[in-house]
């Protein structure tokens, strides 16, 4: 079924339409007046949602950008009084603040491995900046006064038709949003806040991802500000400061931030809004009450208002069968040489000494064991690779490539996929969703990102894996974190070998699992890595598996590499019998 017709979709949408052109009818032109202005705050709360709710990282200064953008909407309209050239400035009311935000992002989340308050307190630093910059560039902003004098936008009226361009606006960006959610790109965004490591380690660039969003936020802001100045006729510092940044913040939790955030950020700026300019006129400790209701939702229901339809969400979103499958594309070309080389590798954190000098070379394909006492180094020689931890001297190099430098998402794109001791699952997320995922996985381009066919991508692994795991079929609907211990971390397993790697790093595959799990899980990695013709590291203590799969094993003491060998030989062999002692299950 095609997105927008699915009941889910127009649903909402429709009902968003009809209130909107209703509500002028319920009172006079004040009224339409009033909306249009709870309308465009309810625009920067969408990009609120977008970020906070689906990306997981929020932003405190968002009425920065919508003051931004109200200010250059300003000054463009009183220059085309004089001078109507000065029109073709207008877009950049939307573009200032869409680039801004996107160029912060990048710089921000570049080379972070996920997000975190820095975020937020620089945004609320800018948003205080901003404030104080057009309190004081009074020539150019008119000051602590305002930029006044602000006309009609053409063809408008501010207190009539204008109102009209806002609700069209309005349902225009609530239905991108949707459309958006909808693609690829909006189920990658929802796996960023759900478990970013586990996305970089397919590859995917999270730091753009979420810059991609955080522009389109800013995109929001400016356009609601580039028709605020109008709509106004006056912008004022405080269109750019912290309170209004906190009461679009309340407004956009309020309404709700998760499911159908679109529909909650309106809802939240049009009802609290409201309710907030009548209680000012008539009850003193209005703020107050504001407050407590935000703390309120925070606390005990964290969905907001649009949570209580979730249920009629569910139902209308129920499965009406599968569409046809989409063949994927195959996944990018190799070099034969597959060698694996650590040459006098260091690392230290805190000042103490991880690894220290390890060199380890492994050149052929097949299962190689990584053993050695707690602290040896094994999982730590894994963050090594995977851009988690910085090595200090030496090099790590894998088919000629220097891995030193390289993000977590660039070392996953040299052909190197790596499954966590814990279980790395997006919980929230359906079983389908972790496998469409994957197979998107350095195959999809930014365009295949908005596509819908992409969600069809299908490979011919996932159904040999299904064949052996029935549950990720049987129970594809079910969310990840509902799973048992054993099928997250058969999940996960599955997971990394859809991406197809050519190196393999394994961290204790079989880790709190019982003996027939664990027997299942051991057939699927000696089946796949031999059908995959891939190189793969495998930490274990459980001697049974080591002597199942790996052909060699490596033993690693004090960060340094103690003695190679198979496991029979490693037994018999005095040094590591000093250092070491494996069990079996």
């Known amino acids: 079924m095609a997105w927008w017709r699915a009941p889910e979709v127009f649903g909402p949408w429709l009902l968003l339409a009809a209130a909107l052109v209703a509500a002028p009818t319920l009172g006079d032109d004040y009224l339409a007046y009033q909306l249009g202005l709870y309308l465009l705050y309810g625009l920067v709360a969408q990009g609120i949602a977008l970020t906070w709710g689906r990306c997981g990282f929020l932003p405190l200064g968002q009425a920065l950008f ?16 004089v001078h109507s050239a000065w029109w073709a400035a207008w877009p950049l009311a939307v573009a200032l603040p869409a680039g801004l935000d996107w160029g912060l992002a990048r710089v921000l989340f570049a080379r972070r491995s996920e997000s975190g308050p820095f975020f937020s307190l620089i945004t609320l630093a800018l948003a205080m900046l901003g404030f104080q910059f057009a309190n004081q560039w009074s020539s150019v902003t008119g000051g602590f006064n305002g930029l006044g004098g602000i006309p009609d936008l053409p063809g408008f009226d501010r207190y009539t038709t204008l109102y009209w361009l806002i609700a069209g606006i309005v349902l225009a960006a609530t239905a991108g949003w949707v459309w958006l959610d909808r693609m690829p790109l909006g189920t990658l965004w929802r796996a960023v806040a759900e478990q970013e490591n586990r996305l970089q380690f397919f590859g995917f660039a999270t730091d753009r991802l979420k810059a991609l969003a955080f522009g389109l936020s800013g995109a929001l802001g400016g356009l609601a ?32 931030r998760g499911n159908s955030s679109p529909y909650g950020a309106l809802l939240g700026a049009v009802g609290i809004g409201w309710l907030s300019a009548t ?36 139902q209308l979103a129920r499965r009406n069968g599968d569409e046809p499958a989409v063949a994927a594309p195959a996944m990018p070309g190799g070099t034969d040489d597959e060698t694996l080389a650590f040459e006098g590798v260091r690392v230290q954190q805190s000042g103490v000494t991880i690894l220290d000098g390890l060199d380890l070379v492994i050149s052929t394909r097949g299962v190689h064991g990584l053993i050695g006492p707690n602290g040896a180094g094994k999982t730590s020689s894994f963050n090594a690779m995977s851009a988690r931890l910085p090595v200090t001297a030496g090099s790590i190099r894998w088919r000629g490539r220097c891995l030193a430098g390289l993000t977590a998402d660039a070392v996953a794109r040299l052909g190197i996929g790596r499954k966590s001791q814990i279980p790395s699952i997006f919980p929230t997320m359906s079983v389908r ?4 995922i994957a197979i998107w996985a350095q195959r999809a381009s930014g365009l295949d990102l908005l596509r819908g066919r992409t969600q069809r991508w299908r490979t011919p692994l996932p159904d040999t894996l299904t064949a052996e795991l029935p549950f990720l079929s049987t129970q ?5 974190g509902e799973l048992s211990q054993g099928q997250r971390q058969m999940l996960e397993l599955v997971l990394t070998f859809l991406t197809e790697p050519r190196l393999l790093l394994l961290d204790e595959p079989c880790a709190g699992l019982s003996t027939h799990e664990t027997a299942q899980q051991l057939a699927l990695i000696e089946r796949t890595v031999a059908s995959l013709r891939a190189t793969a590291l495998l930490i274990e203590h459980d001697f049974a598996a080591v002597e199942r799969l790996a052909t060699q094993v490596h033993v690693l003491h004090q960060g340094r590499l103690l003695v190679i060998g198979t496991l029979a030989e490693l037994q018999a062999d005095e040094a590591v019998q000093r250092v070491y002692a494996g069990g079996r299950k």
């Not at 500000?225 to 956009?252: C, R």
């Not at 009850?283 to 935000?294: D, I, K, R, S, T």
């Not at 594809?476 to 990840?480: E, Y």
């Open 225 to 256: 500000g580039a028709i605020y100045a109008p709509h106004q006729g006056l912008v004022t510092p405080q269109a750019t400061g912290f309170q209004l940044s906190a009461e679009l913040l309340i407004w956009a939790a309020v309404g709700g």
């Open 433 to 436: 969703d972790h496998l469409r």
């Open 66 to 81: 919508f003051g931004l953008g109200a200010y250059v909407s300003g000054l463009v309209l009183k220059a085309a009084e």
């Open 476 to 480: 594809a609907d079910r969310a990840a």
């Open 279 to 314: 209680l000012r006129q008539s009850f003193v400790y209005w703020e107050v009450m504001v407050a407590l209701l935000f703390i309120v939702v925070v606390l005990r229901h964290p969905g907001g208002a649009v949570a209580l339809a979730a249920p009629l969400w569910r």
